[in-house]
């Protein structure tokens, strides 16, 4: 049977929070921002693995408290330039603990809120699909495309739009080979470099709460999103 592993890349600098420390090692509730997103992964019963994809020289990881994770985590320090060379690096060099047919879950280190359920879902919707999928939840707010000076254009359709959210879930050769033949230039996530092939990523419905932790101001809600949830 197919078995669910988790990626997480976490090479960047989140130069965005505009801060000294990388972005994944903010202090958020108390613990580095990448290891509420760790360890809720591997608390997940179905999933058998997670790699962390760090930089080279990354001395940071290590001086975090792994414990509660037991074996199941690895951390590969081959991150590349990019999300998806990052990505693409951490599939090669867990080849062999991976095997084709393999599911392969790649998750932001700054999305600290994903719920169990969450997981559920995706796994529950997109397991018996032909390509994958991805959390994902309907665009509500009025769309305002601008010209270079910030000044409003036109408003922009709703209909149809999602913000894509992670994990984004695919087959270990099926998301390996999109990689490997993608216009890098144009991939912002794993769903984009597999829409390249042609194939039709499934949306599945996710939960606001799983925010993307971007600005700092995004650090307070957060937190407050982890003390609602327990």
């Known amino acids: 049977m197919p078995r669910y592993m988790a990626l997480i890349p976490a090479a960047g600098s989140g130069s965005r ?6 972005k994944q090692y903010a202090q958020l509730a108390g613990k580095p921002l990448i290891q509420h997103a760790v360890q809720r992964l591997c608390a997940h019963p179905q999933i058998a693995e997670v790699f962390v994809v760090l930089a080279p020289g990354d001395k ?41 047919a393999d599911w392969v879950l790649v998750h932001d280190a700054a999305r600290p809120c994903l719920q169990s359920t969450d997981i559920d879902r995706l796994i529950a919707e997109v397991g018996d699909d032909d390509v994958g999928g991805l959390l994902a939840v309907p665009v509500a707010d009025t769309l305002k495309r601008a010209n270079a000076v910030g000044e409003v254009m036109q ?7 999602w913000r894509a959210q992670t994990p984004q879930m695919f087959r270990y050769r099926v998301l390996l080979e999109a990689l490997r033949r993608a216009d890098i230039a144009a ?11 042609g ?20 650090m ?6 982890l003390k609602a949830a327990g």
Request: hydrophobic share 40%; aromatic share 6%; with cysteine.
């Open 155 to 161: 408003t922009e359709a709703r209909e149809n739009l």
């Open 60 to 100: 940071r990881f290590g001086t975090c408290d792994w414990s509660v994770c037991g074996d199941k985590l690895t951390a590969l320090f081959c991150g590349g330039e990019t999300r998806a060379a990052t990505v693409y690096n951490g599939l090669l060099a867990a080849n062999d603990a991976i095997d084709g």
């Open 199 to 218: 194939a039709r990523p499934r949306l599945v419905r996710g939960s606001s709460g799983n925010l993307k932790v971007t600005y700092p101001e995004d």
């Open 220 to 225: 307070a809600l957060a937190e407050l999103i």
């Open 17 to 22: 929070m505009g801060a000294a420390t990388p």
């Open 187 to 197: 991939v912002t996530d794993e769903a984009s470099a597999v829409e390249q092939t």
